[in-house]
């Protein structure tokens, strides 16, 4: 069958769920037998998200190529069961360097590069050579931002000019807008949905369905209002609430007809979809058989987007548990001078996720000696492993003052140092360890027991490593070296990838950062294993109790 495109654009505010709309419209048509990809369009200049602060922007999601992408690759990864790459993620910066290249090449052979059409040509043309490669039947595109942004014009237009590039059945327009509901009248209001559909038909795009959303559903009367001021049939506009999970957007839409809509207008055939993991999924999620807490230690408390691949790896740890996962946030700064106890009361386990930079790092490594002393289940992710090391170094192994190079350069005991090929790098973006790499994991280990085999491919983001040359010692002192990298660069044995403690119920630190890939319908194995743990934690707290 020929390439379908879905264009997903938004209106009136940012942040209304472009990525949950899009991941979702992917499990639908995933559900009925399609092999889907999705894009993600952002219009900023930057050529990647590798060097945007997670306060501004949320987290970095890494795919298993090694690009530093929008987090919401990490959504559409997780809600269509697959791997994206590079391509997945096309922004501003990425077209005009390609652009002005290709100028400098002579490529264009003397003409006047202008963004019509030089420009959005290449987007298409990536758009069309992303589909390809990830072999897809139909690509869902999302133009990040909000319709009238100066910044996503020559996107809009590029998909503008896929309705006469492609047969008509072959592209359809989805516009995702807000209804804001005033509970002082107790009414909803249409207009700011009226003027951003007339601001998407001013630079020619007609949308064909709309997405309403709200706190609340929009009731049938309203949707037939709006159907009226945007030339758009009433059977195309679809309410879109709030959900207590996200897990549940998929079936909200399916419930509606969205699928059977967009099978109409891209002339697929009819199919019942099979979305029954989403509603197993929904159900362990709303009745659980056991609700546990995990206290999460680290300094963007207060940005949660920042963890969000970390948040959801333990959503589906606890799908895969029949549990609930409750997260008790702990600001590391806090933790530098504060009482421990009180600060993880209530936690069945302490979870250090990755970072960067000095502040808060104090803290994370009394909250890594709290978990280790008193045999509370204990994960660390990339820096969250440095911390153990550090603290496992300085506590147990005798080397007082033992840190990190990126926080102490003058340390006399550097057990986490720079890898030597980042010495040389002047760079920021795109510069770390990044993507797949694969880790062969130790028999006998718990890290065995959770992957049940000897080589994992797990993605990395980060510059610096176990030092190799403190190993020994660590490991004479008890630390176990769970897994390496195998062979790198003719260094014989690899460096550490995973540590662990023997006697302890889970105390597991990983270099790599297995959040990514980790799947509500297959749970990444650490994450399964560390809320299991934290289940039993819980148990035997209430028999001691």
């Known amino acids: 069958m020929p390439m379908k495109y879905i264009f997903v654009t938004g209106g009136v505010v940012s942040g209304l769920g472009k990525g949950i709309l899009t991941s979702s419209l992917g499990a639908i048509l995933r559900g009925r037998g399609y092999r889907v990809t999705a894009i993600k369009i952002d219009p900023y200049v930057n050529v990647d998200a ?86 897809a039947e139909i690509a869902v595109v999302e133009v990040g931002g909000t319709v009238g942004d100066i910044e996503s014009l020559p996107f809009l237009e590029a998909i503008r000019q896929f309705q006469f590039d492609e047969e008509e059945d072959n592209t359809l327009y989805i516009h995702l807008t807000l209804v804001p509901y005033l509970r002082t009248s107790e009414e909803f209001k249409t207009k700011p949905t009226q003027h951003s559909v007339a601001t998407l038909r001013s630079v020619g795009i007609q949308p064909d369905m709309l997405v309403l959303r709200s706190e609340q559903a929009v009731p049938e009367e309203m949707r037939k209002k709006v159907a009226l001021f945007t030339n758009v049939h009433p059977s195309a506009v679809f309410s879109s609430p709030d959900v207590e999970h996200l897990y549940e957007v998929p079936l909200v839409l399916e419930e509606q007809g969205v699928g059977k809509a967009v099978e109409k207008k891209l002339g697929l055939e009819p199919v019942i979809p099979n979305l029954s993991f989403w509603q197993d999924a929904i159900r362990v999620l709303h009745q659980p058989d056991e609700v546990v807490k995990i206290a999460i230690a680290g300094k963007y408390v207060k940005m949660p987007d ?67 002393e008193n045999k509370i289940p204990y994960l660390g992710i990339c820096l969250g492993l440095q911390i153990a090391v550090i603290e496992f170094a300085r506590t147990v192994a005798g080397l007082e003052g033992a840190n990190s190079t990126e926080f102490d350069p003058y340390t006399s005991y550097p057990v986490i140092d720079l890898m030597p090929e980042q010495l040389e790098v002047a760079g920021l973006g795109g510069t770390m360890r990044l993507g797949d790499w694969p880790m062969e994991v130790r028999p ?102």
């Not at 096309?90 to 490529?107: A, C, S």
């Not at 606890?318 to 008790?328: L, P, W």
């Not at 009482?339 to 790092?361: N, S, T, W």
């Open 50 to 135: 590798g060097t945007m602060r997670p306060y501004e922007h949320g987290e970095v999601f890494v795919t298993g190529d090694g690009a530093e992408t929008d987090l919401d690759i990490g959504h559409y990864e997780r809600f269509l069961d697959t791997d994206l790459a590079r391509g997945n993620n096309l922004t501003t910066g990425q077209v005009y360097l390609t652009v002005i290249q290709k100028e400098r090449m002579g490529e264009y052979l003397s003409q006047t590069v202008q963004v019509i059409p030089h420009v959005t040509d290449e987007i298409k043309e990536r758009i069309r050579k992303t589909a390809q490669e990830q072999n």
């Open 306 to 372: 920042a963890y969000l691949s970390l948040l959801e790896a333990l959503k589906h740890a606890g799908i895969k548990n029949k549990a609930r996962v409750e997260v008790k946030w702990v600001d590391a700064e806090g933790l530098i001078n504060g009482d421990l106890a009180d600060a993880f009361r209530g936690a069945d386990a302490i979870l250090v996720p990755g970072g960067f930079g000095v502040r808060g790092i104090e803290g994370k490594i009394r909250a890594a000696r709290y978990a280790r």
């Open 444 to 545: 006998g280990t718990q890290l065995h027991q959770l992957y049940g085999k000897e080589l994992a491919n797990e993605r990395h983001r980060h510059r610096y490593e176990v030092n190799p040359g403190f190993v020994d010692r660590l490991v004479k002192a008890g630390l176990v070296i769970s897994g390496v990298t195998p062979g790198m660069k003719g260094r014989g044995e690899g460096l550490v990838e995973a540590i662990e403690l023997k006697g302890h119920p889970f105390f597991v630190g990983l270099q790599s950062h297995p959040e990514f890939n980790s799947r509500p319908m297959r749970a990444s194995p650490p994450f399964a294993g560390f809320v299991a743990a934290a289940i039993e934690q819980k148990r035997k707290t209430k028999i001691f109790a």
